[in-house]
Structure formats: C-alpha cells, structure tokens
C-alpha cells in the first residue's frame, strides 16, 4: 500500500492545491477558483493544466468523476487519492518546520 | 466587415511565434477568423483590442465538450481550430502592458505545457514507421522516376527528423528540475 502511494510523491504544487481543493466534491472551473482563493493567490490554475491533470489523475485513480451537469463534470476523491494528498501533506510539514528558520532571512 | 488573408507557416514548435503573431494582428485591429491547412488565415478588421492568443493541441480520446467548457469559464473564447490545434482568445485589461511573461496563458506549470509538445510528438513518432515503409518500398522498385520520388522522402524524412528533435528539445527546456 505504501508504495503504490509513495510512487506519487511528492506532488507538484498543481496536483497537491487540486487534490487539497477536493476536499469536497466539485467541477473544473469551482476548482480553478478555490485554488486560487486558498492559495492566496499564489497558484493560479490555467484550463489546460487543469484538464490535463483530471485526465491523469482519474487514469491514476487518485479521483473520479461523481457527477455531470451542463457539460461541467463533477470530482471527488477516491481513497487512494486521499491516501497520497495525506502522506504529501505530512512530509511537506517536516520540510517546512526544517525550513522555518528561513523567516528569519 | 472587411476580411483579408495572410499565407504564413508555423511548424508545431513554433507556435509561441504564432501566438504572438495573432496578439500583433489584434493590436493593429485585425481579429483572427480561420486558419486553413495550408496556411491561409482570415482576419476581421475591427478596433484594436489587447487580445492573448493561445494555442492547445488536443488529445482525441479526450472529452471535448468538458474542456470546451472549462475553458469558457476560464474565460477563454474558443475561436478555431486546425486538425487537433485549438485556438483560445483572452482580452488583457486595457490599462496593462504586460510583459510577454505576464500575460494570460491557458497552462500555468512547465509540466503542462511540456505535456502539450508530447502529445505532438507521440503522433509524429507514431507515423515514422509508415514513411519508412513507404520509402523502402518505393526504393526497393528502381526506375528513374521512383528514385526522384525516393530523394524527395528521404529529404522530407530528414526535415521530419530535426521536426522531432526540435519537439524533444522544447519538452526537455521545459522539464529541466533542480
């Protein structure tokens, strides 16, 4: 199980604000937008990118297509992409308290 | 309205150029209509406009009307396409001049655009073993006429070639991590 997880990691920061937004089922363009919000504005995600990353991360089976209104398709995640955007976060953690003295530069 | 054509050629690593080209045009007050296989692009004339052109190239497998949409709530406006090119236009505010870094673009990481060349290049290397049969073929019969046709493959095999390098290189530009 773990390596079929840590195959993943780490995520780019495009494929970790994705699967972090889907914390609750959503379509393309509400998932542009709450990247950009809990980001602060510091990942903007552009259609392309986006489309490209739900193709590869459904094929991963990271999450999966729950829904369909208006040609705007909704996802959530899937266990194993729970799984992966969890054991991103925890490592991301260890290097940013690694790197908190940085602040200070 | 008036409409007037213009002949030019890009080749598929070089559609940075041809974004800016469009850009240009719209500036000047020429909007883009339609783009022919041979090269041959339509304008309308109108008010200069502070317009981003983008290009994709789409995968066939991939659900269309899903990413028509998405790009529509993005905020693009899909305004053609060429076999598998797609052709997106975004207004920039008008009070900005942005440098050609800063300005909208349908992809917003590396790998992304990366991803785009690759899609490319699995088509021309998916190809290469049908040209190759046709000039070993068509080598194999000799007679002065086939032997001319033969030159001109194996030029065309070897322009084909720099065209997969080319891709390769701007796929690696593109990837190049620390």
Do not use: C
């Amino acid at each position: 199980m773990n390596a079929a997880i840590n195959k993943y990691l780490p995520l780019s920061e495009t494929t970790a604000y994705i699967l972090l937004a889907l914390s609750e089922p959503l379509h393309g363009y509400a998932i542009m937008q709450k990247v950009e919000r809990i980001s602060e504005g510091s990942v903007s995600l552009g259609p392309g990118t986006l489309y490209g990353a739900f193709t590869t991360l459904e094929k991963e089976k990271l999450i999966t297509k729950v829904g369909e209104t208006d040609r705007r398709k909704t996802y959530a995640l899937t266990e194993k992409g729970r799984a992966v955007i969890k054991e991103h976060i925890a490592r991301v953690q260890i290097l940013a308290k690694n790197g908190a003295f940085t602040q200070q530069w | 309205m008036t409409t007037i054509h213009q002949w030019r050629w890009f080749f598929a690593w070089q559609d940075d150029k041809e974004e800016q080209w469009l850009r240009e045009m719209a500036l000047a007050g020429w909007h883009f209509r339609d783009v022919s296989p041979f090269g041959k692009y339509t304008f309308e004339q109108g008010a200069p406009r502070n317009d981003v052109y983008r290009l994709d190239f789409f995968r066939r497998d991939m659900n269309k009307a899903e990413y028509l949409q998405l790009f529509q709530d993005a905020g693009w406006a899909y305004v053609g396409e060429l076999s598998r090119w797609q052709y997106f236009r975004k207004t920039v505010a008008d009070d900005l001049d942005p440098a050609a870094s800063d300005l909208p673009d349908i992809f917003s990481d590396n790998e992304s655009k990366a991803a785009k060349y690759r899609r490319i290049l699995l088509i021309l290397v998916a190809l290469l073993p049908i040209y190759l049969n046709a000039i070993i073929t068509i080598a194999r019969q000799q007679n002065s006429a086939t032997s001319v046709y033969s030159i001109v493959m194996i030029v065309f095999l070897f322009f084909y070639t720099y065209a997969i390098i080319r891709l390769i290189m701007r796929v690696r530009q593109l990837t190049k991590k620390l």
